[in-house]
């Protein structure tokens, strides 16, 4: 790269990465508020916190990228335009293929950065995630059983404890089990006991029953038990039990899952939706900087057309991002879905960064503008007029009649 070429990337690096940590940070917020009733009631320390706020960024990292970089290559290059630089640098003779090239190596770097993430770094970072969660809900179960008293561990999975008896016996324990769409799931026992078994840690349950509502059906079935088990890592417990989902498995796993695994005999398209999303996600960087260096990548000499590329480069990145999310989900159980999932990102680069390279611009057509510009004036001119017959009959009605 030249110098000026080096001067946009250095500019749209920097500001594309104090964007990244700003949208992470307030994406993060939200991530952490959503887990903190879980935290907070079972007793969890502020390095806990700290510890949870630091998994979840890799993840939210990645959804935000694309975003950030966006943001930063229209921030730069719009200054650029406003203080005529890039109208300098084209009339010394720089080709749009001379701006785009640093917005260009600007998105392979981070669609690097994003493949890495999502298929060496997240898959570890979930799986910490999901034995931390797991732990506070196994820690917020024994504070339930301590305190006697009903606790929510997760969405709609609830417990009490009617009292402690001597010897570390509980009794008039009761447990709601709703997070099955197709089963309710109630225990009743008399008495219970926590018990160590290795690694795992039982609630071992006396002279109580089980209660089973198909939800369909609304049928009842009662199993009546002198004596009854069942393990934390029902309850999301951290364990030698618990069901990591796709997203917290290595690509290689994923590639070629066992035949025991939950996933892989009940639910084999999340398996591909997740195999899917990790091979595109990293698409969506490159996409977004082809749009950006089509839209704002050249001079604007008319400031109503400069709003106006931007605005239609923010809507047709969000307008993939989003479709991006739909076909991924779907891509799992259409063939359709799965192709389209790669189609459109490298659809969108593709046509952009031809029309870059080729030095077309489409720009927004002038009868548009002038339309929308006209019908902003009028809606302002109706706002002035609504302003001042307000003013003037608030001053009527404060002098009162006469």
Request: charged share 15%; proline share 3%.
């Amino acid at each position: 790269m030249n110098l000026f070429q080096r001067y946009i990337f250095s500019r749209a690096f920097k500001l594309t990465v104090t964007t990244l940590v700003a949208a992470t940070v307030i994406v993060l917020i939200t991530q952490v508020l959503d887990r903190v009733n879980l935290l907070t009631s079972s007793g969890q320390a502020l390095v806990t916190f700290a510890k949870l706020a630091l998994l979840l960024v890799p993840s939210v990292a990645a959804l935000t990228l694309p975003f950030a970089m966006l943001f930063g290559v229209i921030q730069v290059m719009s200054r650029m335009n406003s203080d005529s630089e890039l109208a300098v640098l084209e009339s010394a003779g720089a080709s749009p293929i001379a701006t785009s090239l640093p917005i260009f190596l600007l998105g392979l770097l981070l669609s690097a950065v994003t493949f890495t993430s999502n298929n060496f770094v997240e898959p570890t970072v979930n799986r910490e995630l999901r034995n931390l969660v797991s732990t506070a809900g196994a820690d917020l179960v024994r504070t339930a059983i301590q305190s006697g008293s009903f606790k929510q561990l997760d969405e709609n999975l609830y417990i009490q404890v009617a009292e402690e008896k001597p010897g570390g016996k509980l009794g008039g324990l009761f447990i709601a089990d709703l997070r099955d769409a197709n089963m309710d799931l109630l225990y009743y026992a008399k008495e219970a006991t926590i018990m160590s078994r290795g690694e795992s840690s039982l609630l071992a349950m006396e002279d109580g029953q089980i209660q089973r509502k198909a939800r369909s059906t609304g049928d009842v079935s009662i199993i009546r038990f002198d004596s009854y088990s069942i393990d934390f890592s029902q309850f999301g417990a951290a364990g030698k039990d618990v069901i990591y989902f796709p997203k917290e498995q290595s690509l290689a796993y994923l590639l070629n899952p066992p035949a025991t695994d939950y996933f892989a005999k009940n639910r084999p398209h999340q398996i591909r939706s997740e195999i899917h999303r990790r091979f595109t996600e990293w698409m969506y960087p490159l996409a977004f900087a082809a749009i950006a260096s089509y839209f704002v990548g050249a001079a604007r000499s008319n400031r109503q057309e400069q709003i106006w590329s931007v605005a239609a480069a923010s809507l047709i990145a969000l307008t993939l991002r989003g479709g991006g999310f739909f076909t991924t989900n779907l891509a799992g159980t259409s063939s359709a879905f799965a192709v389209l999932v790669y189609a459109a990102p490298a659809g969108v680069f593709a046509i952009f960064t031809w029309l870059t390279l080729t030095g077309r611009q489409l720009r927004v057509p002038q009868r548009l503008v002038d339309g929308a510009s006209a019908a902003a004036a009028w809606i302002e001119q109706r706002r002035i007029a609504l302003q001042l017959w307000l003013q003037g009959y608030r001053g009527d009605q404060a002098k009162g009649p006469t």
